[in-house]
């Protein structure tokens, strides 16, 4: 499965923004898919993930009550909502996939290209 990210932009503190995690291949509905971020001169972090049907999601204690994760099998995408936004949560966001319990622990063999997200305050 091959995954594109995008949606990223500029946005002010408190606004919104909404990433898409496009796959390709007939497996998508088969993996968990988590988003990823890396702010310059720090390393990559997990921020959510969620279960091949949607069915459980994992936040960051840090983006809890602000993003939101879900997925659509028949379009092979994963969105994340992100609401509330601060200028610590710019970075560049990957999506990743592979088994649930792989992607929670970030354990990722591939990284695609990520969407960058820049708040100002």
């Known amino acids: 499965v091959q995954l594109q990210a995008s949606g990223g932009g500029l946005v002010q503190a408190g606004g919104s923004l909404r990433l898409s995690c496009a796959a390709s291949?007939?497996?998508?509905?088969?993996?968990?898919v988590g988003w990823f971020r890396q702010a310059l001169g720090k390393e990559r972090e997990f921020v959510v993930a969620?279960?091949?049907?949607?069915?459980?999601?994992f936040y960051a204690d840090s983006v809890k009550g602000r993003f939101t994760i879900s997925r659509d099998n028949t379009k092979n995408t994963v969105y994340l909502q992100m609401n509330s936004l601060k200028p610590e949560d710019t970075a560049v966001y990957y999506c990743?996939?592979?088994?649930?319990?792989?992607?929670?622990?970030?354990?990722?063999?591939?990284w695609g290209q990520g969407t960058l997200v820049t708040v100002s305050s």
């Open positions: 990743a996939t592979g088994p649930l319990s792989t992607v929670v622990a970030g354990d990722i063999d591939y």
């Open positions: 969620i279960s091949k049907n949607g069915g459980s999601t």
């Open positions: 291949g007939r497996t998508f509905s088969t993996y968990a």
